[in-house]
């Protein structure tokens, strides 16, 4: 893909997945910069990916074609304002940040961007991210493709046409690798009740949810509750067990979460 120059603003965790992501796919590492106030936080990154790192948010942004702004949103005006001196005319700025807006962020850095709102996830980090990407109909096709070609190399794509999609994405991906970690982590302390060591409980527990999800990316033509079916023998244990979690509203329950996911997006747009 094309080699811009890329400072992100922020190195956190999920800055660090992109960047890790994306070096293991080919990307340039010395077209790479990560700032944080913080050597702990920015020493890792130069060591891990040979990347440069600086705490100056200004140089880094100013010698970039592509900023990503990964900061907290809660940190992301404070972060913006003293990059508002710079000329954003022939950058393109992307936002990772849930929770605030395009128009904010022509706000906190007082002009009009060329700007793509990213919704990552950390899977990105091994390649298998998901990410939802968002732009207003003005922006050239040029920053789009880069944009795009950006989190294919590290994962999926999914482009949404109103930017409120953006958090939708949020409930359906950017968050979800952690529903996904809650339930195994109650598995796994279910197994080990049930006598397995921590390491046994674990390996039953990965290994199925990676065959599972396996199963369901070699079977696009077949559908989730088939795939389930198969394993639900018509009397046996895993109805018992799927009983169980429809007793309790399992889906419900789910359902509740996402939209939980999605008003507090919406809340914080409101707050930042
Ligand atoms: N963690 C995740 O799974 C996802 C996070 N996001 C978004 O990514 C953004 C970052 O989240 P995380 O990486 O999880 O947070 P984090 O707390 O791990 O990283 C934030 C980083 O910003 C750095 N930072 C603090 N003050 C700074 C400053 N003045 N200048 C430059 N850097 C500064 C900190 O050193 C820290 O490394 C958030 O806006 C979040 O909404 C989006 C999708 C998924
Ligand atoms: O929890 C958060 O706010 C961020 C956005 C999606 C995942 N982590």
Redesign the pocket.
Known sequence: MEQRSIAFIGAG??ARSIIAGLVASGYAPDKITATAPSPARREPLARDYGIHTTDNNLSAASDADVIVLAV??QLMEEVCRPLQILDFSGKLVIS????IGAERLNEMLATNLNLVRV????PSLIGKGMSGLYASSALNPNDRQFAESLMQAVGEVCWVEQESGINSI?AAA??A??YFFLFMEAMQEEAIKQGFSTEQARKLVQQSALGAAEMVVANPDTDLATLRAQVTSKGGTTAEAIRTFNECQLSDTVAKAMRA?VS??EE?EKLF
Do not use: D
């Open positions: 965790n999920m907290k949103p990772i940040a849930a929770g919704m990552p996830n950390t949020i950017g968050s690798p952690a996911a507090r997006a914080m």
